[in-house]
């Protein structure tokens, strides 16, 4: 039987499908899989069922021999050097789809907390501060009517759109290809920076998109503005994001991802009232994150039957075509 590993704890029934294909061994220590636990046990191994935490690398690659898939439970591959992947003749798959709608609503919670300044408020509550009723005493902006722009126009984009419509926004994006979205308008980033109450980053991370969102790119954003970065981290200039937030240049932050990840206790960001910052669970709803997993393993039992993976991603060494029937024990990828 193949040997699979597995980077971080699945629960058991999610696994099943891998079950008697596959000798499975599992990281379920908890935190993320240490290197030289990876570097141990991957070779031998024809498939790696990985998470967005572990750093894929030409390094990994050369002493994984033997490996010919990763599967990774996530839809961002930004921890993946894919081309290293395909000169390793390693197929990747990943999770596309199954989180859309839950990283979007995400995107919206973080927003209207953000924007209406409900951390705060549960603060003052709970720190024995709510005095009687004020009616000038912590108003913030709307979020209905505001003008919010999408820095990405992807599934997630797209899902972030459909609810912006709901709250009667107007609606402009970027997009890296040509789309036409209903009731949106495309334009360039710095128009989008200038006109928008609420900036999203919905993009994946690579080359083009990393810091983006620096320093002249905040100063265009009006100073009322909430930057909302749903997608990772590194797309935003930390640095010049304390520095904006410090000198009052845009109105706040909502932050699911940041650089570093995990984010220290004592950094900058998480001193200002109106930087809300959440553990990167865009996707974590009991749901979104059961179909990540379980696409992440049908993506890897079909490569291991040379089957087309449901998800493959291109830019890796190629997925089967073949027709194996699935029973008995799967052929040794080619
Ligand atoms: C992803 O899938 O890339 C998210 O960041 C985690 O859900």
Known sequence: MPRVLVSDFIPGDLLDPLAGMAEIEMWDQGGRAPRAWLLKHLPGCEGWLSMLSDDIDAELLDAAQGLRVISQMSVGVDNIDVSACREHGVTVGHTPDVL??????????LMAAAVRRIPEGAQIVKSGQWGPWDPWHFLSGDLHGATIGIVGMGRIGQAIARRARGFDMEVVYTARSRKEIADATEIDLHGLLRMSDIVVISVGLDGETRGMIGREELKLMKETAFLVNVARGPIVDTDALVAALAAGVIGGAALDVTDPEPLPAD??????????????IGSAT??????????????????????????????????????YPGTGPPPLAG
């Open 267 to 280: 950094h900058p960001l998480l001193e200002f009232h109106n930087c809300l910052v959440v553990p990167h």
């Open 100 to 109: 859309t709608e839950a990283t979007a609503d995400t995107a919206f919670a």
């Open 286 to 323: 009991i749901g979104a994150r059961r179909a990540m997993a379980t696409l992440a393993v049908a993506n890897l039992t079909a490569y291991l039957r040379q089957q087309p993976m449901p998800a493959w991603l291109p830019g890796s060494a190629q997925q089967p075509q073949g027709d």
